[in-house]
């Protein structure tokens, strides 16, 4: 068995996010497109006599290290999985910012399905690790693939999409998160229960992402859950008008939010407005990133 395994994993915005109305399970159809971003974790598993969670990084403090952690699960389903003894210590180094739409914890999370599994040496097939982490959550399967991809069902259900080039965003986070379950039931409220749409991904969305067509693809930025973040924290709205007015080509709330995720023309552009966003007063941090970027990985050095 080796010693330890160190996956990369990176983070994602939904360039596209429709949602149905909520099932008798109490969950939402969507159709939506993501987009990994090259803001990464890295999450180290080694042997252990106990099952431990410690965080790192700039976000360490913010890293449950209990059983509420889905790692701990995604541990847990490898083990049984290979018939080994969960017994490991995760090493969180969080860079991805928690609570805020671009899905650390599932990213943590099917990070740590391929650590556990390089581990063990389980060799468990790849379509049997995408059913584990589908298991763990909708996002959770994306994090393993990265790239750019259509999900439908709970996002859960992945087709890959071709894309030209490179998107260049900056993200504006808060401190304070919003609980993805209100921001849905927000959602809900709006809209009254005779919504009855399903959710599909327009076609214009898919042909600016085959194209590279970075500004095409800023005009038709969509999110169905952003009114209800909007309601549920009202700064929103000003800081997408803020970066809209200094020249980004489209924004928009980063899946359940708070985050507002900016598309921008260039490497520069984003430079510059992640510095303005910084120290507009609307937001607590920025940070520029770009995509696609592949999806979890094992560290080789």
């Known amino acids: 068995m080796a010693k330890s395994v160190t ?18 399970s109490g969950y939402h159809e969507v ?14 598993v080694e042997a252990a006599e106990e099952f431990e969670i410690i965080g790192k990084g700039i976000f360490a403090d913010q ?17 049984a999985a290979c018939g080994e003894e969960p017994l ?29 599994d390089a581990l063990w040496k389980a060799g468990i097939p790849r379509d049997q690790l995408d059913a584990l982490a589908a298991e763990l959550g909708s996002d959770v399967p994306f994090m393993l693939h990265g790239g750019c991809a259509i999900g439908t069902g709970r996002g859960d259900m992945l087709t890959p999409v071709m894309t030209r080039g490179i ?27 005779e919504f009855d749409r399903v959710p599909t991904v327009p076609t214009e969305v898919l042909t600016a992402i085959n194209q590279g067509d970075a500004k095409s693809l800023g005009t038709v930025l969509g999110n169905d859950l952003q009114m209800a973040a909007i309601t549920m924290k009202p700064i929103i709205s000003s800081a997408l008008d803020f970066g809209l007015d200094l020249g980004a080509l489209g924004a928009i709330v980063s899946g359940s939010g708070p985050t507002c995720a900016f598309l921008v023309a260039d490497e520069m552009a984003a430079i510059s407005l ?14 520029r990133a770009h995509g696609p970027v592949h999806g979890a990985r094992i560290n080789t050095h």
Not at 31 to 44: A, C, K, M, P, W
Not at 63 to 79: C, E, F, G, H, Y
Not at 88 to 111: C, E, Y
Not at 274 to 287: E, K, P, R, Y
């Open 31 to 44: 159709g939506t497109v993501f987009q990994s971003v090259n803001i990464y974790d890295e999450v180290t």
């Open 88 to 116: 490991v210590k995760i090493t969180i180094d969080k860079s991805i910012p928690v609570a805020a739409g671009m899905a650390g914890g599932s990213a943590d999370a099917a990070a740590t399905l391929l650590a556990c």
């Open 7 to 24: 996956v990369r994993v990176p983070g994602k915005v939904n360039v596209y996010l429709g949602v149905g109305p909520r099932e008798f």
């Open 167 to 193: 998107f260049h965003w900056v993200f504006a986070t808060y401190k304070e998160g919003l609980s993805t379950a209100a921001v849905y039931e927000r959602t809900d409220n709006l809209r009254g229960p």
């Open 274 to 287: 992640m510095v303005a966003l910084s120290s507009s007063g609307l937001v607590d941090n920025a940070w």
């Open 63 to 79: 890293i449950p290290t209990d059983k509420s952690n889905l790692v701990w699960r995604a541990a847990q389903l490898v083990a």
